[in-house]
């Protein structure tokens, strides 16, 4: 990526990207006398950006959002939505993915075949505690509360919603060896827990992996859903036969 570019947030750089895309467009139609639809000058646009977006080395999942975006956008405007529609959405979309603008973290939900390998991975017969960074919907914590009673877990959970939801979950099904708070991954203590597991996004994995190191116990496990740490291979891993054909990397410290 551009030494200029990256530092910004890939948000931040998809929206400079739509909005160069807007302008080489709009200045080459006035230039060649052109009168396109809308919906085609939205797909040129799309497409510009979508290019734009694959040579400055954005994820492959930014490129369909780049190409659709503009389309969608004068789609939507020629339904004339309502605006209190967009309005509402957008305060849905804020409670649920509060922090991912700034973490890059989106909500994933692992799923229940997932669960079921993480139990292969806890400590027999004795007392142990458990911590989900990006706990999302509290799933992870209360299938293995339920299943492992004697370990204790938390979990920890930055957007609201989800939030709201796990502490509920947790609240009303009565599972006093569960608990969820309120804030940054980046602010909980590792060194209090006999198991660290995450299910977040490629982004954040190689600062995670260095405050594993500087936190975790010896002996105590780290756990990667997906996405592997850079350049440090685990030393097990568990391919789960699920939709996603999820990958559980382990590293003992």
């Avoid at 639809?37 to 930014?62: E, N």
């Avoid at 980046?186 to 600062?207: G, I, T």
């Amino acid at each position: 990526m551009n030494p200029l570019l990256k530092h910004l947030p890939p948000s931040a750089v998809a929206l400079i990207l739509q909005l160069t895309a807007f302008v080489i467009v709009v200045f080459s139609i006035r230039l060649f006398g052109l009168h396109p639809a809308p919906i085609i000058s939205a797909l040129l646009c799309g497409a510009l950006a979508a290019t734009f977006s694959y040579f400055i080395g954005l994820a492959r999942w930014w490129l369909f959002i780049q190409f659709l975006f503009a389309p969608a956008l004068v789609l939507m405007l020629a339904l004339a939505i309502p605006p209190g529609f967009f309005l509402a959405a957008f305060l849905v979309m804020l409670v649920v993915y509060w922090s991912t603008f700034r973490t890059q973290v989106p909500l994933y939900l692992s799923s229940d075949k997932v669960w079921q390998a993480l139990e292969t991975q806890l400590p027999a017969g004795q007392p142990f505690t458990f911590v989900d960074l990006g706990s999302g919907l509290g799933g992870v914590l209360t299938h293995l509360a339920r299943t492992h009673p004697q370990g204790s877990y938390l979990g920890v959970e930055a957007a609201p919603l989800p939030f709201l939801w796990s502490w509920l979950r947790i609240r009303l099904g009565g599972y006093r060896n569960c608990k969820v708070q309120w804030g940054s991954l980046w602010d909980c203590d590792l060194s209090k827990h006999d198991v660290v597991f995450a299910y977040l996004s490629p982004v954040p994995m190689e600062r995670l992996w260095h405050k594993a190191k500087e936190e975790m116990r010896s002996g105590s496990l780290f756990i990667s859903s997906t996405f592997p740490v850079p350049d440090c291979p685990p030393q097990k891993t568990i391919t789960v036969d699920d939709l996603h054909h999820s990958t559980l990397h382990i590293w003992q410290m």
